[in-house]
């Protein structure tokens, strides 16, 4: 009549996982590099460069005093450095970007601030790691030859 098997309730960490969010939280200061192997999520400052494998978020309130590195972000918040994104790039009204774009794709919101050169396209992981000097000087060399 009834049934004796009981229902199992453990749960094995292995196929469980859910995926892990690395936290910034207003108010805090980080000196150092950053590296993490999912996403992050800052809106305090980092005073270092700022490597995420996944996505990294960059809140109205955050700042990054160095570069970011990531596959994708979404930005609000000020940079001063390089932005390296290997696919997609949101920069919200907010960001302000004091440094030079490298990314697959962009998507600027009106009021967003870009100090710097922007290059885009499908092959920027083979972007050479100009700095603005060399990439003004390879702008120039390009003008002339025309």
């Known amino acids: 009549m009834f049934?004796?098997?009981?229902?199992s309730n453990t749960v094995?960490?292995?196929?469980?996982q859910s995926p892990?969010?690395?936290i910034i939280s207003e108010g805090s200061k980080l000196n150092g590099n950053i590296r993490v192997n999912s996403d992050i999520r800052i809106s305090g400052v980092v005073v270092g460069e700022a490597i995420a494998k996944g996505k990294l978020i960059l809140t109205d309130k955050g700042e990054v005093k160095g570069n970011i590195t990531s596959a994708d972000a979404d930005v609000a918040g000020k940079v001063e450095g390089d932005v390296k994104v290997?696919?997609?790039l949101v920069l919200r009204k907010e960001a302000i970007i004091d440094g030079?774009?490298?990314t697959k794709s962009l998507i600027v919101e009106e009021g967003a601030q870009i100090n710097g050169a922007c290059k885009m396209g499908?092959?920027?992981?083979?972007?050479?790691q100009n700095?603005?000097?060399?990439?003004?000087?390879e702008t120039k060399l390009k003008g002339a030859q025309a």
């Open 12 to 16: 094995s960490n292995s196929n469980n």
């Open 20 to 22: 892990s969010v690395n």
């Open 3 to 7: 049934n004796s098997k009981k229902a």
């Open 100 to 102: 030079n774009i490298f």
């Open 122 to 128: 499908a092959d920027i992981k083979n972007l050479p």
């Open 86 to 88: 290997s696919s997609r």
């Open 131 to 137: 700095n603005d000097a060399s990439y003004a000087e």
